[in-house]
């Protein structure tokens, strides 16, 4: 199983950042997918998550309204797309495919390697 992350980068505050990440080696639409974040110093934390289907979805507080979480089965991909970006946005973003939807990381079965998010001010 592989989750290749992708899309990080620098961009000013009131940016906008696509990350992507595409699965790879297992039944992409019988998984539920997240994302996470791990900021400097900090804890890794729920970001958003989407349903096997697409049909729901939820997000963290500090993102609702700013970010979009998306899927899409047929390239076994699933993307974060992130506008209005903030500078405590800046953390390592991680993807990671679940059986059960959930917004904690530890009944997530798969993780990719992360993909850094920098937004200056």
């Known amino acids: 199983v592989q989750l290749q992350a992708s899309g990080g980068g620098l961009v000013q505050a009131g940016g906008s950042l696509r990350l992507s990440c595409a699965a790879s080696?297992?039944?992409?639409?019988?998984?539920?997918m997240g994302w996470f974040r791990q900021g400097p110093g900090k804890e890794r934390e729920f970001v958003a998550t989407?349903?096997?289907?697409?049909?729901?979805?939820y997000y963290t507080d500090s993102v609702k309204g700013r970010f979009t979480i998306s899927r899409d089965n047929a390239k076994n991909t699933v993307y974060l797309q992130m506008n209005s970006l903030k500078p405590e946005d800046t953390a390592v973003y991680y993807c990671?495919?679940?059986?059960?939807?959930?917004?904690?990381?530890?009944?997530?079965?798969?993780w990719g390697q992360g993909t850094q998010v920098t937004v200056s001010s």
């Open positions: 080696g297992l039944p992409f639409n019988s998984y539920n």
């Open positions: 990671g495919a679940a059986y059960s939807l959930s917004l904690t990381a530890g009944p997530y079965n798969y």
């Open positions: 989407i349903s096997r289907r697409g049909d729901r979805t």
